[in-house]
């Protein structure tokens, strides 16, 4: 039985270094980032479950979160985990200066995928008795203001 997790926006940074060290833990991981570069096609030879998606797009997200529950069910699983780390901080720039697209990917990104994901993942294990546990990132931008990134 394995640690299980489901980790967004893993292609650098933080969310590559998640999925490393947790795999080095032996843990079950299914990723989740918008495209797969050469460090997620490393870490499919020791175990990674990768899938690509944008976030930002409702369908799709939901096509992907419903293959990685089929594939989690076929799992002796000990605890679930959830890290929505995905986020943008596009567009930056003044206020006014910004198309409506720009300003809706940066809302479906940053604030419907996690509610989105964190939906489906409560729906799914929520009568599991097993510890389960949701970990949301956040910018360091929240607690230190920058101009243009309202």
């Known amino acids: 039985m394995k640690d299980c997790y489901i980790v967004t926006g893993t292609t650098s940074g933080l969310g590559l ?3 490393t060290e947790l795999l080095k833990k032996g843990a079950l991981v299914y990723s989740i980032s918008r495209k797969e570069n050469e460090a997620v ?6 175990g990674l479950e990768h899938f690509n998606c944008d976030l930002a797009n409702a369908d799709e997200l939901s096509s992907t979160i419903d293959k990685v529950f089929f594939k989690l069910r076929q799992e002796k699983i000990k605890s ?22 720009e300003l ?4 479906d990104t ?3 995928a996690p509610i989105l994901l964190m939906e489906a993942f409560i729906k799914e294990v929520q009568e599991i008795a097993l510890p389960k546990y949701i970990l949301n990132i956040s910018s360091g931008a929240g607690r230190k203001p920058y101009a243009g990134w309202a």
């Open 17 to 19: 270094s998640f999925i």
């Open 110 to 112: 940053n604030i419907k």
């Open 104 to 107: 809706a990917n940066n809302i």
């Open 41 to 46: 096609q490393q870490l499919k030879l020791t």
């Open 80 to 101: 679930y985990t959830l890290i929505n780390n995905a986020g943008t901080i596009n567009p930056i720039g003044d206020v006014g200066a910004h198309e409506a697209r």
